[in-house]
């Protein structure tokens, strides 16, 4: 059985060696970080948190922990000085999901409205889809974007003057332009409403300073420690000091149990780099590479969802190609290009089937791809679906 997983491990990394990865939410981590997640780390449990939590949480529930203390609170300390914040930290969180579900509980109750981007227009399962725990558990109420695809801020301000939600939500999981923090913010006091981050696409741009920050205006930020932070998967919320007891009680013990120490580990090592001059360089090839293939998209007819990027991500329209989103991504597997559906703004098909797909760099930028790859990968892209429609 172990030789059988072994085998299916090396076939994985086949694919992921020989792929086109353009899927905007996956990377490719270190050696280092991935010595941090497969280390002995994973033998221990450390329920609760280091005895001197600045919270004022309870310590650990089990002996031993001295050792995970120091790297719980080295890997608190690093992402700190990565976002250069004084914002307390949680970096337990298994995924962003769990710290998405987490951070709402820390500050609402069952059936509180919540004012957030819809998931045809970008947003998260967790921002408020019907089949999430977000739709199932709150009163969601979405803005919109305009005709061209952009937030729409005075949508934002109506809507929140409307319906008086307790927390408007900010970030998308396929949004491809600068979100202005500082206008929700406004919106958000003037209702006297929480205001939350959900940075997990775009938390590497903000760590090398490529997008504008939301520390200093969101009372909660949550982001996952993969995709652009180039770390392993896994979670972690920000927030502001005097929140840190409800948020730390809303991860342990409402939400999880034991923390992955070895899983904490990757994420400090994932800081560290984080903070290196290659990173920033890294995270500034993201966005040139990803506004170079755009742009050739563009170019070659394409509907580019707001007309083009200012991230590392795209959305394409595919609705007059004459295929769908689902064709497309399962037609672009048999050549070993890997991308995903997504639905687009005003989207006539389910989420299922959509009738666009997404396109992220970060992945292929950090195998060393520069924008004269991601062009010709683009020309490739065409080639294969107008093959696709040709003989549909």
């Known amino acids: 059985m172990v030789k059988d997983i072994l085998e299916l491990i090396e076939k994985e990394k086949k694919r992921q060696d020989e792929n086109i990865e353009l899927i905007a939410s996956e990377n490719f981590v270190s050696e280092d970080v991935l010595k941090a997640v497969g280390s002995i780390l994973t033998n221990k449990y450390s329920e609760g948190y280091p005895a001197?939590?600045?919270?004022?949480?309870?310590?650990?529930?089990?002996?031993?922990?001295?050792?995970?203390?120091?790297?719980?609170?080295?890997?608190?300390?690093?992402?700190?000085k990565v976002f250069n914040t004084d914002y307390?930290?949680?970096?337990?969180?298994?995924?962003?999901?769990?710290?998405?579900?987490?951070?709402?509980?820390?500050?609402?109750?069952y059936g509180d409205t919540i004012l957030s981007m819809s998931l045809d227009n970008g947003a998260h399962l967790t921002h408020g889809s019907p089949v999430?725990?977000?739709?199932?558990?709150?009163?969601?109420?979405?803005?919109?974007?305009?005709?061209?695809?952009?937030?729409?801020?005075?949508?934002?301000?109506?809507?929140?003057?409307?319906?008086?939600p307790k927390l408007i939500l900010a970030g998308a999981s396929a949004y491809s332009r600068i979100i202005h923090f500082d206008k929700f913010k406004e919106i958000a006091d003037s209702i006297g409403a929480y205001f939350m981050v959900d940075m997990a696409h775009i938390a590497g741009l903000i760590a090398a300073g490529v997008h504008p920050t939301p520390f200093g205006y969101?009372?909660?930020?949550?982001?996952?420690?993969?995709?652009?932070?180039?770390?392993?998967?896994?979670?972690?919320?920000?927030?502001k000091k005097e929140l840190a007891k409800k948020v730390d009680s809303a991860i342990f013990p409402f939400s999880q149990g034991g923390p992955l120490q070895h899983?904490?580990?990757?994420?400090?090592?994932?800081?560290?780099?984080?903070?290196?001059?290659?990173?920033?360089?890294?995270?500034?090839?993201?966005?040139?590479?990803?506004?170079?293939?755009?742009?050739?998209?563009?170019?070659?007819?394409?509907k580019v969802i707001t007309g083009g990027?200012?991230?590392?991500?795209?959305?394409?329209?595919?609705?007059?190609?004459?295929?769908?989103?689902?064709?497309?991504?399962?037609?672009?597997?048999?050549?070993?290009?890997?991308?995903?559906?997504?639905?687009?703004?005003?989207?006539?098909?389910?989420p299922k089937v959509a009738s666009g797909i997404r396109i992220g760099t970060p992945a292929m930028t950090t195998k060393g791809y520069m924008e004269k790859d991601f062009i010709e990968v683009a020309h490739k892209i065409d080639e294969y679906i107008k093959e696709f429609v040709k003989n549909k």
């Open 52 to 80: 001197n939590r600045t919270s004022g949480n309870v310590g650990r529930y089990y002996g031993g922990c001295q050792v995970v203390d120091e790297i719980e609170e080295k890997c608190c300390d690093l992402w700190r």
């Open 88 to 109: 307390h930290v949680n970096v337990q969180p298994h995924c962003g999901s769990t710290a998405n579900f987490a951070a709402y509980f820390s500050v609402l109750n």
């Open 132 to 164: 999430s725990f977000s739709g199932k558990f709150f009163n969601m109420v979405f803005y919109d974007v305009d005709d061209n695809g952009f937030i729409d801020m005075e949508d934002v301000k109506r809507k929140a003057e409307e319906h008086k």
């Open 218 to 239: 969101a009372d909660i930020i949550t982001t996952t420690t993969h995709k652009t932070l180039r770390g392993p998967r896994g979670g972690m919320i920000f927030c």
């Open 263 to 302: 899983i904490i580990a990757g994420k400090a090592v994932a800081a560290e780099e984080c903070l290196t001059e290659d990173y920033k360089k890294y995270i500034e090839q993201v966005v040139k590479n990803c506004k170079a293939m755009c742009n050739e998209f563009i170019k070659m007819g394409y």
């Open 309 to 350: 990027t200012d991230n590392h991500l795209f959305l394409l329209d595919l609705s007059d190609k004459g295929i769908t989103g689902i064709e497309c991504q399962e037609m672009l597997d048999k050549y070993h290009i890997t991308v995903n559906k997504n639905c687009i703004p005003n989207e006539t098909r389910s």
